[in-house]
């Protein structure tokens, strides 16, 4: 089945630090791929969806400045939390779309990143 | 706008039966979803119905659908503690691959 790798799963850091984030598709490729953010106990809340060579489109509320989206090969696509702060630490979840797949299965999901900001 | 509603929680004893309910506001959507989330995890998919469907049952898995209340269930028979999770809906947006996913429930099993 398709299998969707986000990497890393968890990263510690201080205020002030820029993190990047990767989603790779491993076995199909991704012309589209989406990213969520979680808070506790709370929903997915949709940041962007990124398209392969093109800008990616951002949710609104989202600053691009701050969450900078790359999705420059068909099976990877890359989020960067710039200078990063305390209120920036959730959890992060990428998604990506097979064009070749199945209706009944839109997203397939990566296993998340948690991001801590000290 | 969008809103997916759900109960927060749920509580059920091994070996009974669970129902999961969730509420959604657009009725275009073709498909609608059943996820599941552990801790620390991304989603995992667990069934889906067509949007023109009334019921789906998929081993321990049974998918209502009401399209005029819009309104789904999920009902997951001898709860198992490994059923202990996040469970989300979620309907699909017409025409996009985008999703809009619900308030999510979580199901504690207890022995």
């Known amino acids: 089945g398709a299998v969707v790798s986000q990497h890393p799963s968890r990263v510690i850091c201080k205020s002030g630090t820029s993190v990047k984030i990767e989603c790779r598709s491993l076995d199909f490729q991704a012309t589209t791929m989406f990213w969520y953010r979680q808070f506790p106990k709370q929903s997915l809340m949709l940041m962007a969806t990124?398209?392969?060579?093109?800008?990616?489109?951002?949710e609104q509320g989202v600053e691009k400045d701050k969450f900078l989206i790359n999705h420059a090969s068909l099976t990877l696509s890359t989020l960067t939390v710039t200078s990063a702060h305390p209120e920036d630490s959730s959890f992060y979840i990428c998604?990506?779309?097979?064009?070749?797949?199945?209706?009944?299965?839109?997203?397939?999901f990566g296993d998340g990143t948690r991001l801590s900001i000290l | 706008g969008e809103d997916v509603e759900q109960s927060l929680f749920l509580s059920v004893r091994e070996g009974d039966s669970s129902v999961i309910n969730c509420t959604y506001t657009d009725s275009s959507s073709t498909y609608l979803y059943w996820y599941k989330q552990e801790p620390g995890a991304g989603l995992q998919l667990l069934t889906y119905?067509?949007?023109?469907?009334d019921m789906k049952q998929d081993q321990r898995l049974t998918v209502l659908l009401n399209k005029k209340d819009k309104h789904l269930s999920l009902r997951i028979a001898d709860t198992q503690t490994g059923d202990s999770a996040i469970y989300f809906c979620a309907e699909s947006i017409s025409n996009t691959d985008k999703l809009i996913f619900g308030t999510g429930t979580r199901l504690q099993v207890f022995p």
């Open positions: 119905i067509f949007s023109n469907m």
């Open positions: 998604s990506a779309s097979d064009p070749e797949g199945k209706a009944n299965q839109p997203q397939h």
């Open positions: 990124s398209n392969e060579g093109s800008k990616a489109t951002y």
